[in-house]
């Protein structure tokens, strides 16, 4: 059945847009709910991983003899139970690296090998007894260090793509991209004014509460089970499987309850270690990370170091902007630059524009997606720099902003031309809220950003069961972790006409449903939903014959309306209408079970955009910095769930918060990291924080049929910058390196006080 998109805006939404109980809640809140490390099994083995003490270390030899002998000890794998089934696959190559060091150690807590144990206390007493023989290397852990010509190197099959020609020595310089058009050199020319400033971030943590876990289980006959803490079961299968030599088939995964992602707990660590051990011990063994190991060793967010230059004429016009970006991805490529390089100047409409990235590994840990992946550090540098022009040219921020903003028919900065978006509504909207008029205290500045991303698409399967009771089963294979099975139910209910509480939605295992990408990239309630509307719409064929072969008339002569089926029109038969339930009843006795189904990749997600306001209070004598106010207007194209789509917002606002002042991964000279654990790494109380004010818009996405698009990635981006403008507008000096730490602030005011 074609989408029908024509009608969105006039839709009169009966289920869809309310705000239903979760149907996770009481699970969660009474503790009923399973979690990756509530999972267990009979004869269970306690798995432990070793790792690196050091940042950059050649291995030369690994002796587990010892560990193997003690009592207790049921398996001991190395990278000698690892051989490379990559097939040539860069990117999986650099997986089973990860997962298990190979010829060196990459980063301070880089596996290099593992136990599985009867117990907990024998599994760490065998790793004790694990000796190995490094041969320590010099280490770097700063992205723009990393890209200096006499910098150690990780790799030496690195030789930098994306310039020509191509090098010929290695480098830590994975790869280089450019998106743009125009040109930049002659809009600098024609521009009165010209600000460049140079910008850094540091490394942050997705901050999810549960640490990675899962539970293995290989039997003789070589069929596997995994239950694991993960954004993308599917992912994890076919990652494992080809990892390991086995058939995708003989191995079932199935996503526990995810005790917060972010995009954190979108790949693999530990999975193809479990099951390598209870392959070779026969026997179930679970892993669960500590805390200290999640710091160390899991993908925290890019550090990064951004260049940003942008030209305007004396009333406000940008004439060209220019951007390089520098992303470390840890120690194996894959850092998210290139989304960062699109997404720098995506909120303007310009004539001359050019961003280059740089992909660039270092000796940390491999990087992990993190909420709009790229894009907050982008957006960090580049909004600071139209605040600071928006004041030269003597323009508030929020019109220099209008006047420039990308609109329906712009050509983006990395290419496509946009459809229907909803930036200037929401930079109108702001300027009317009443947060924008308010007036400020003492030390206090108001800062404001926008943001983008453009949201994902992708593989998804739903499979929708009519049960003879009339109510439904909906399998979807995206794990839920922004609320996504209340909003599948809504969809579900809406296209089928029936009340939200006769819909239950359970998140497969890989066993029970066709392939799913990821959830991430805010693609779950714009793909999953409209596979589920396709599926609805796939069950009402079925619902609607099934009612024809009832009344004994052609399956074209009935229609379907508010959750019954009906004839269409008088020369049809005077039949009454006929419920989705009482169909169901007759299920049996017309041809069978229905069900509905749907299958595809995905594509016209619609991008969004944000416009963030905050106001920051300043200490001068401490440098101490408060969040006193905050508001988020963002567009959603259509809000499924509001409570969930609010709940987004805020969550985003959140973790900026604590980007942008606080939180930062911190390495010694040793390359060794400093602050493991929420004691030294301080993520935002609620004591912390203020009310985060939401506003929601909703201006419809032409490619799906309720008009959604995605929400839970563009919260996150315009804050750094919404921010560093607050506290730069409070202290009365620009602030361009995160986290703006008491440090940072008196030293900037020292400098501010000694040019005065």
């Keep these: 059945m074609p989408l029908d998109s024509t009608q969105q805006d006039k839709r009169n939404f009966k289920v869809v847009g ?59 794998v190395t990278r000698d139970d690892f051989p490379d089934k990559t097939n040539g696959d860069a990117g999986l190559y650099d997986i089973l690296y990860n997962i298990m060091a190979r010829e060196k150690a990459l980063y301070e807590g880089h596996a290099v090998a593992a136990v599985a144990a009867v117990d907990a206390r024998t599994a760490r007493e065998a790793l004790k007894l694990i000796k190995v023989d490094y041969e320590v290397l010099p280490h770097v852990t700063d992205v723009d260090e990393a890209m200096k010509p006499n910098a150690p190197v990780l790799h030496s099959t690195i030789f930098t793509d994306g ?23 002659a809009g600098f020319k024609k521009a009165d004014i010209i600000v460049e400033r140079t910008f850094k971030t540091e490394a942050t943590h997705q901050g999810y509460i549960e640490p990675h876990a899962c539970l293995a289980n290989v039997g003789p006959d070589g069929q596997g ?87 305007v004429t004396r009333d406000g016009r940008i004439t060209a902007a220019d951007a390089t970006l520098r992303y470390q991805g840890g120690a194996f490529p894959g850092s998210p630059v290139e989304f960062g390089a699109m997404s720098a100047f995506a909120c303007y409409d310009l004539e001359n524009v050019r961003t280059v990235g740089y992909d660039v590994v270092t000796n940390r840990p491999k990087q992990a997606a993190y909420r709009a992946p790229g894009a907050p550090m982008a957006a960090f540098a580049v909004e600071s720099v139209m605040e600071e022009l928006a004041k030269k040219v003597g323009m508030a921020g929020i019109d220099f902003r209008i006047k420039n903003a990308a609109r329906e028919g712009t050509k ?114 714009f793909a999953t939903g409209m596979a589920t509307i396709l599926a609805a719409r796939d069950a009402i064929k079925k619902l609607t014959a099934r009612a024809a072969q009832i009344w004994g008339i052609p399956a074209d002569a009935v229609t379907w309306e508010n959750g019954h089926a009906k004839p269409a029109g008088s020369n049809a038969g005077n039949f009454p209408p006929m419920s989705l339930a009482e169909i169901a009843a007759q299920a049996g006795q017309t041809g069978g079970p229905i069900a509905g189904h749907h299958e595809y990749s995905a594509d016209g997600a619609g991008v969004s955009f944000a416009t963030h306001i905050c106001d920051a209070e300043v200490d001068p004598e401490t440098g101490a910095t408060k969040i006193v106010r905050y508001t988020v207007l963002q567009d959603a194209g259509k809000a499924v ?46 004591s912390d924080l203020p009310m985060i004010d939401t506003v929601i818009l909703e201006i419809p996405n032409p490619g799906h049929p309720y008009g959604v698009r995605g929400v839970g990635e563009t919260s996150i981006v315009p804050p750094l910058a919404a921010i560093a403008n607050a506290v730069s507008a409070a202290a009365g000096v620009r602030l361009t390196s995160l986290p703006m730490s008491p440090p940072k602030i008196l030293a900037a005011l020292d400098r501010k006080a000694a040019a005065e």
């Excluded at 280089?176 to 040109?183: T, V």
């Excluded at 069961?465 to 609320?483: E, F, K, R, Y």
């Excluded at 409570?643 to 917002?649: A, L």
């Design 412 to 525: 983006s900065s990395y290419g496509p031309t946009y459809g229907p978006i909803g930036l200037l509504s929401t930079l109108e909207r702001a300027k009317q809220h009443p947060h924008f008029k308010a007036p400020l205290g003492p030390n206090q500045g108001r800062g404001m950003a926008c943001g983008f991303w453009f949201n994902f698409g992708g593989q998804t399967c739903v499979s929708l069961n009519i049960n003879n009771d009339g109510t439904v089963a909906l399998s979807v294979g995206t794990p839920d972790i922004g609320g996504s099975r209340a909003s599948m139910c809504l969809m579900a209910a809406e296209e089928l006409g029936i009340p939200y509480d006769k819909v239950r939605a359970i998140v497969a295992d890989t066993s029970s449903l066709g392939y799913n990408d990821v959830t991430d990239g805010s693609r779950t309630t």
């Design 641 to 686: 769930h509001p409570s969930y789509v609010e709940g987004q917002f805020q969550g985003g606002a959140v973790q900026g918060i604590g980007w942008a002042l606080n939180e930062e991964y911190i390495y010694g000279k040793d390359g060794r990291l400093q602050n493991a654990g929420f004691l030294d790494y301080r993520i935002p109380v609620c």
């Design 18 to 76: 309310s705000r239903p109980l979760r149907p996770d809640g009481i699970d969660k809140v009474t503790g009923r709910a399973k979690f990756g490390a509530d999972a267990t099994a009979p004869g269970m083995l306690v798995g432990r991983i070793l790792r690196s003490p050091h940042a950059h270390a050649r291995i030369r030899k690994i002796d587990t003899s010892k560990a193997e002998k003690l009592a207790g000890v049921k398996a001991v």
């Design 163 to 185: 310039v020509q020609p191509k090098p010929k020595k290695p480098s830590n310089i994975v790869r280089r991209y450019e998106f743009g058009h125009g040109d930049v050199e």
């Design 225 to 311: 089970e995994l239950w694991v803490c993960t954004q993308g079961h599917f992912m994890v299968r076919d990652t494992c499987a080809r990892l390991l030599g086995m058939d995708i088939s003989k191995l079932r995964v199935t996503a526990s309850e995810i005790g917060g992602g972010f995009g954190g707990k979108t790949t693999v660590f530990i999975e193809p270690v479990a099951l390598a051990l209870s392959r070779k011990a026969n026997r179930p063994v679970k892993i669960v990370m500590s805390r200290e190991e999640v710091f160390k060793a899991t993908g925290p967010t890019s550090s990064t170091s951004v260049d940003v230059k942008v030209g």
